[in-house]
C-alpha cells in the first residue's frame, strides 16, 4: 500500500458517517486522486517560482492537464516518478516557451498549424487512452474523443487568430497541445514501461 | 460541520465516480486503485 493510499483511506474513515451513502473505498479513491493533483499543482507552483518560469510554466500546464482530463496518457506507475515526470516535463517546457525566438506571424501560424495538425491526428487515432483497471465504455470513449478533438479545433483557430496580439499563449498552446498527443502514442507507452522497468 | 462533511464525502464520491466512468481521466497523476479493488485489499 502506498503512502498516498494508505492516507486517504485514514481521511476517508474519519469523513465516513452512517449518514454519508457512499463506500469507504470510493472516498477514499476520490480523496486519492485529489491529494495527488493536489501535490503536484503545489510541487509545480513552488519549483516554476523558485526558476522564475511561474507564468509560462502554469499556463503550459493547464492547458495541457485540461486536455488530458478527457484524453489521458501514458503515465508512470509509482505516484512520486510520475510527479518528477510532470516536473521535467512541464518545467522544460516553460524554459523552452520563455526562451523562445518571436517568429514573424506567418510562420508562427504555420508552426501552430503544423503543431495543432499533428495533434489533431495523433488524438483522432489514439485519444482516450484505456484506464489500467477499469473497463472501458465505447461511448464514452466516443465522446470524450469528440470533445478532445473540438478543443483542438477551436485552440488551433484562436492560437492561429492570436499570433499577432498573443504569440507566447499560441505557442505555449501548440506545445501543451502536442505534449498530450505525443504521451498518447504507443512507443511514448513502450518508452515509459520499459523507464519503470529498469 | 454535517453539512461540511456532506458536501466534502459528495465532491470525493463524485470525484470517484467521474474517474472510474471514464468521463474525467486522472489528468497528470497515475491511475490510484478503483474502488472495489481498495476494498478488495482491505
Known amino acids: 500500500m502506498t503512502w498516498t493510499e494508505k492516507v486517504s483511506m485514514r481521511l476517508a474513515k474519519r469523513l465516513k458517517t452512517e449518514e454519508v451513502p457512499h463506500s469507504l473505498g470510493k472516498l477514499a479513491h476520490g480523496i486519492e486522486i485529489f491529494l495527488l ?10 519549483c516554476s517560482l523558485l526558476l522564475h518560469l511561474f507564468a509560462e510554466t502554469m499556463l503550459l500546464f493547464f492547458l495541457f492537464y485540461f486536455h488530458r482530463l478527457f484524453s489521458s496518457g501514458a503515465h508512470l506507475r509509482s505516484p512520486w516518478t510520475c510527479l518528477g515526470a510532470t516536473l521535467a516535463l512541464m518545467l522544460g517546457g516553460g524554459f523552452l516557451l520563455k526562451h523562445l525566438p518571436v517568429l514573424p506571424a506567418p510562420y508562427a501560424q504555420l508552426l501552430v498549424l503544423i503543431g495543432t495538425g499533428i495533434s489533431f491526428g495523433i488524438n483522432f487515432r489514439h485519444a482516450p ?11 464514452v470513449q466516443r465522446r470524450s474523443r469528440s470533445i478532445v478533438l ?11 487568430s492570436l499570433v499577432g496580439y498573443n504569440y507566447h ?7 501543451a497541445v502536442l505534449l498530450q498527443s505525443v504521451l498518447l502514442l504507443p512507443s511514448s507507452y513502450r518508452l515509459l514501461s520499459r ?3 529498469s | 460541520m454535517k453539512k461540511l462533511r456532506t458536501l466534502f464525502s459528495e465532491f470525493f464520491a463524485l470525484l470517484s465516480t467521474l474517474n472510474t466512468s471514464g468521463v474525467l481521466k486522472g489528468g497528470v497523476v497515475y491511475e490510484p486503485l478503483p474502488p472495489h479493488l481498495r476494498e478488495e485489499k482491505n
Open chain 1, 169 to 175: 499563449i499560441s505557442m505555449t498552446y501548440t506545445l
Open chain 1, 150 to 160: 473540438w478543443l483542438i479545433g477551436v485552440g488551433c483557430f484562436l492560437s492561429i
Open chain 1, 37 to 46: 493533483n493536489a501535490i503536484n499543482l503545489a510541487a509545480l507552483i513552488v
Open chain 1, 129 to 139: 487512452a484505456e484506464h489500467t483497471y477499469v473497463p472501458h465504455d465505447p461511448a
Open chain 1, 195 to 197: 523507464l519503470a522497468k
